[in-house]
Every structure is written in structure tokens, then in C-alpha cells.
């Protein structure tokens, strides 16, 4: 599904040279390397704070902390996601609220949240699926009707660019209260391990933020709030920092195989290829995602495999039938969305070392299969 090797040649110099004087002056924790990635990341999507963090997963439950959310409170997400979405909310005894997504943009549906918002609502967390950033306009607007907080869960888009009506351009991740991302090494920029981080224009609460991952800690052994222990090695920040200079050269050669993809796959009349809502920028295509339409997804991911061709299925069971997320208040009809991409998704191998002879092989066996 990913390629790593031909980033690294890019940058091998650079990635060596750091992590051997890591390891000369053992300074594997907090390095300067972790500063200064932070401070590169706050310039590259122009945000007040980054809080560098253990992993993605770490940077949800993290913001979730530092908004103060109480046991009980509800927050609204989608349905279709990675399940860290949901289990941060759940292991903070907060109440996931699961609403279906839209089938063009495979993300939260406005109308669904609007529908779920009860007194107990607290926060929203719209997730960037595949790299496409959520209706951010109607869901900021809701937020600030219904006085709720936005959590971005930006593991998927991080350099994508969101398009307001008035002009004004953002990074994805930058646009609610708070936002999450992962360093995982497959995701849009990724380390060579775990890692994560946290955005916010918010001086306050980067400021509980910074405490929370370091034990609640504000003054040395002083323990104001219950904390976690949450920090990016050295080693991760040196390879992040070499690569986010070329970030935005990653995401253009995403955007060119998609591009292909969807060119080779455009006559038939079976699969359904990834829409771009508003301007091409606004997607950074960490999964390239199709949907058969004509019950064949499960015979084509078959072929794949007999084909050694690799292929994810992103995801395969709807959260809000995970045996750990049920929840009585949930009604099938409303899910309708959900539970039919399920059935119809299939993502095809995306990296940037894609190249057009691979993608005239990956779309031909798709044409001759559906
Ligand atoms: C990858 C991912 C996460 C979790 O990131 P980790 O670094 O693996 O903990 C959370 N949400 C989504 C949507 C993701 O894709």
C-alpha cells in the first residue's frame, strides 16, 4: 500500500546525520530536533501552537482533556472511522454519539449532527477522511450556535488546504478549537515510529495542553491536573523535520495518482471515483478510495490479493455495530449511508513513488474484474 523507501533515499543524508548526533549527545528525549520541528510545523500550517504528542491516538484524548469534558458529556462524531476516534471519547467516559457520513465525501454529515445534538452535547469531532477535509463551514457554524466545541481528527489530511466562502484559506487542522494528527509512518507525513500532535490558536488551553502531556505537570513536581505521559522522541522529530519541507511535494504526487486513477477508471460505469469537493488542494489523498457499485468489491479485493496487489479495506464494519461502541439509542435507518460504503469501498495502493505504468496494471485488473 506504501512505498517509504524512495522518501528516505531523498532525505537519507539528512535523517543519518541527525539520529548519529542524537546518539552522540543522548539527548533521545525533548532534543532540540522536538523543538524545532514544533516550530516549523506552527509556521508551515500558520498556527499559534503545536503540542507535539506520543501518537494520534494520544492527541485526541489529549484535546479532549484539555477542553475539560466531563464524564457524561456527549460528543458527536462519524460513524465511519478509524476506531480511535471513538475510543478516546469512551475511554474519558464521555458518551460517543455516532451520526452517518455523506457518500460523496465519505465524511460527517451536517444534517446528521444537527439531528444529534441533544442538552448533553458538548463537541463535535469531524474527522478528514482519506485527506479530505469535512464541511468545515456548516460544522463551525453549528459549534458556535449550539456553543460546542470542534475537535479536528486531522490524521488523514495533514497540508490539505480548506476553501471558506469568504475566501479565506486554511490548513486542515487549524480551523476548529483544536486540532489531532498522527506521524504514524504511512499517514500524509510520517516518522519512523510512533508520533503525533496537537494545533491550536488558543493560548490557554496550549497552555493545559502542555502540561497535560507531561503528568500534569506546570512547575517540576508539581502536579496541578491528572496527566499522561505523551512525548515525540528525538529521533522522530529529526526524520519529521526533514520531510516536512517536502510535504507539500508529497501531497502533489499524491494528487497526480489520483489523478490517473481516476482518468483510467473514469468509464466505468461500476465504480464510483473519489470526488473532490471545491478546489483540487483541499485533498491530500492519503487513501485513493472507490466504490463498486455492482456487489463485485468483495470478488475484486479477491483478485487483488491473487494478484499479490495490495488494497485496504477502509472500513470494513460500520463503528456503530463494533460490539464496544453499541449503543441503544442508535437506529439502523439512520446509518444508511454508512452501511452501504462499507460494502462498496475499496482503497487502492497510495504513496509517492507511485508510478503510471503501476497504476495502468492496479486499474486494469479493476476494469476486468467489475
Ligand atoms: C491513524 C489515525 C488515528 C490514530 O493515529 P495513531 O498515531 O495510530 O494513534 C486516528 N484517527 C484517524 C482517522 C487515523 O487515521
Known sequence: MVDLKGQYEEIKDQVDSSIQNIIENTSFINGPEVHQFQKELEEYLDVK????????TDALQIAMMGLGLKPGDEVITA???????AEVIALLNLTPVLVDVDADSFNINVEAIKAAITPKTKAIVPVHLYGQPANMEEILKIAKEHNLYVIEDNAQAIGA????????VKKAGTLGDVGATSFFPSKNLGAYGDGGAIFTNNDELAHTIRGIVNHGMYERYHHDVVGVNS????FQAAVLKAKLPLLDKYNSARRKSAKLYSEALKSNENIITPKIIGEEDTHVFHQYTIRVTNGKRDELA???QENNLPFGIYYP???HLQKAYLDERYEESKFQVTNKLVKEVISLPMHTELDEEQIAYITCVINKVV
Open 49 to 56: 501552537h503545536v503540542i507535539p504528542c506520543g501518537n494520534g
Open 317 to 319: 464494519i460500520p463503528l
Open 161 to 168: 488546504n480548506y476553501h471558506f466562502e469568504d475566501g479565506t
Open 302 to 304: 479477491k483478485t487483488f
Open 231 to 234: 512525548r515525540l522522541d528525538s
Open 79 to 85: 460513524d465511519f472511522t478509524f476506531a480511535a476516534t
